[in-house]
């Protein structure tokens, strides 16, 4: 279960994201799927190992994950593309979690 203080974190569900070949790309709940699998290349470029969880997630549940280097201004969210969408939202069990609750509390 997700804690009740993601509530606080994330109020609603972001706007779309964008488009791309006129499909909406679903925004990004902060899930931590990408980084709890592998790191980007910038957090490698800055020393953190290849494989597994990046030593730069910050963040102890789905909905609160946030990135390090972008949090202490080491890189701007542009330069990981943070908040630009969800590349891997099917099978994403963290993700579909996070928005249950967004949208459970936007019914009331």
């Known amino acids: 279960m997700i804690p009740v203080a993601l509530v606080m974190l994330l109020t609603s569900v972001p706007p779309v994201a ?7 790309i679903r925004p990004c709940l902060r899930s931590g799927m990408c980084c709890l699998k592998a790191t980007c290349a910038v ?3 800055h020393g953190a ?13 789905a909905g609160s ?25 099917l099978g994403n069990t963290a993700r579909d979690n996070v928005l249950k609750i967004l949208q ?3 019914r009331g």
């Open 65 to 89: 994950y946030s990135c390090g280097l972008v949090d202490d201004g080491t890189v701007s969210k542009d330069t990981i593309h943070a908040g630009a969408g969800c590349c891997s939202p």
């Open 49 to 61: 190992d290849p494989e597994g969880r990046c030593k730069f997630l910050r963040g102890d549940s």
């Open 18 to 24: 964008g488009y791309i070949d006129g499909q909406p």
């Open 104 to 106: 459970n509390n936007a």
């Open 43 to 45: 957090g490698v470029g």
